[in-house]
């Protein structure tokens, strides 16, 4: 799935690029584990846990959760991923997400696009 491009930036002090989300909703802000519960999903209270908790076994599970429910196995999501990565490589540079973008950020983002 190619990375899309509203061709707007948002830039971060660290030096970390990102589209701009306005407009978008902010996933990050959702009560994931009311919303888990009502659309029977496991992965959404997980990620809940994870914002209030910091419980890094909470995103371990979700990773996990997510690779078994859609791909055959961890490193079949792996490499999916690893894609992702590329793509994001020539659009923002290399370990851009290393540089330092807030967590919110990438939990609105992943939340979105795995509610699509």
């Not at 909703?25 to 009560?31: A, N, Q, S, T």
């Not at 999916?80 to 020539?90: L, Q, T, V, W």
Request: net charge negative; aromatic share 8%; charged share 35%.
């Amino acid at each position: 799935m190619p990375i899309k491009d509203s061709g707007e930036r948002r830039r971060f002090s660290t030096g970390a690029v990102r589209d701009i989300a306005d407009g978008k909703g902010r996933c990050d802000l959702l009560p994931l584990d009311v919303v888990g519960a009502i659309t029977n999903d496991p992965i959404l209270p997980l990620i809940n846990d994870y914002i209030r908790t910091g419980d890094e076994d909470s995103l371990r599970k979700v990773v996990m959760a997510f690779s078994e429910s859609d791909f055959d196995n961890l490193e079949t999501a792996m490499l999916e991923i690893s894609k992702h990565y590329e793509d994001g490589a020539k659009k923002y540079d290399e370990r851009n997400w290393e540089k330092g973008i807030q967590l919110h950020c990438y939990i609105d983002s992943g939340v979105r696009h795995y509610l699509k």
